[in-house]
């Protein structure tokens, strides 16, 4: 059944959708007609099954029952992904962040970034939406706004800080054992990955790096089979 993530009230009997990109999906792309089914989502945890009542020029009226209130997982999963100079290489990462269960993502500039601020962040929020709509999550993941690796540096995050590199690693990343309810904080680096400084800087914030494989990974390579790893833990 098809989801969708609105911004309108779902709690009650009735929901009207005005948002006209859901529109166009409803009524241009998927062709529902009254009566049709689908389950609406506020992004926060509630969900409702929904059925076409009314159509409309500007909105679409459904009628709610079933409404289901999921509890947040007590954990934390963060990607600090760096500012890719492609942007269709971070918008694919993104698209898969949202897909493998990422709570958080913040866009990290590092020495070797091409790249220093992120671009078209409404097309970003937008590949984060369709995403959660197709796997059925109810949780919206959270994009922040880009931090400096200085910043990420002086603030450490709550939990274990996991990062990637193939010269000075400490362990398997499939053997990483997870402390129960702690956060997880992925660190992925740019094309080039993160310079020995950084990764020094890693260590002594008490982060440790991992290997995935024996093969020198792209950089998109490298994000999605992290968090698939972390996402099996």
């Avoid at 059944?1 to 005005?18: E, K, N, P």
């Avoid at 958080?104 to 369709?130: G, M, S, W």
């Amino acid at each position: 059944m098809q989801y969708f993530l609105v911004d309108s009230d779902i709690r009650g009997g009735h929901a009207i959708i005005s948002e006209p990109e859901t529109i166009h999906q409803i009524k241009t792309v998927l062709r529902s007609n009254v009566g049709d089914e689908c389950v609406l989502i506020d992004g926060k945890g509630l969900k409702a099954k929904a059925i076409i009542e009314n159509f409309d020029k500007r909105s679409v009226i459904m009628k709610l029952s079933e409404h289901e209130k999921i509890e947040e997982k007590k954990f934390k999963i963060r990607l600090y992904i760096a500012i890719s100079k492609k942007p269709a290489t971070f918008e694919l990462i993104l698209q898969k962040a949202t897909e493998l269960g990422v709570d958080e993502i913040i866009p990290l500039v590092t020495d070797r970034c091409q790249a220093r601020e992120i671009r078209n962040q409404k097309r970003l929020l937008y590949i984060i939406k369709e995403a959660t709509e197709q796997c059925e999550r109810v949780f919206l993941p959270k994009l922040h706004d880009a931090l400096k690796w200085k910043d990420f540096f002086g603030n450490k995050p709550d939990g274990v800080i996991l990062t990637g590199d193939a010269r000075m690693y400490d362990f398997k990343l499939m053997e990483f054992k997870p402390k129960k309810n702690e956060d997880i904080n992925l660190v992925i680096g740019p094309e080039g990955g993160l310079t020995d400084k950084e990764l020094l800087e890693v260590r002594e914030m008490g982060g440790k790096i991992f290997i995935l494989g024996k093969n020198v990974l792209r950089m998109e390579t490298a994000a999605i089979a992290s968090m698939t790893v972390i996402y099996l833990l």
